[in-house]
């Protein structure tokens, strides 16, 4: 079992940055993919961005468009995302999820082990 903790939610106006770290406790953290997803109410949950166990590749979601960093400290067994020119619909739940296995896919039933979720809400 992996358990997932994000934090790093909030507040912040158009335009500025967000940086959401997600805990993992349990099996090997270095192990595992893991990815973060987004989940605005009334829609299903999105594909954000994903990063291989090394940290060697990444991946992200068309929208992201060089916004947003993932990255990871297998040291502090703790993946982040940074988030910068922030726009309204970024607004959502975003999830920690990680993935028993090396290789990040982008589908949300690819992930075994997901956080509560961290609310991010960018005004305009």
């Known amino acids: 079992q992996v358990q997932l903790v994000e934090s790093g939610g909030g507040l912040v106006q158009a335009g500025g940055s967000l940086r959401l770290s997600c805990v993992a406790s349990g099996r090997t953290f270095s192990n595992n993919a893991m990815g973060w997803f987004r989940q605005a109410p009334g829609t299903e949950r999105e594909f954000v961005a994903a990063i291989t166990w090394s940290g060697g590749s990444t991946y992200y979601g068309d929208f992201v468009k060089g916004r947003f960093t993932i990255s990871r400290d297998n040291a502090k067994n703790t993946v982040y995302l940074q988030m910068n020119s922030l726009k309204p619909e970024d607004t959502a739940v975003y999830y920690c999820?990680?993935?028993?296995?090396?290789?990040?896919?982008?589908?949300?039933?690819?992930?075994?082990?997901w956080g509560q979720g961290t609310q991010v809400t960018v005004s305009s």
């Open positions: 999820a990680a993935r028993s296995g090396s290789y990040a896919y982008t589908q949300v039933e690819k992930y075994n082990y």
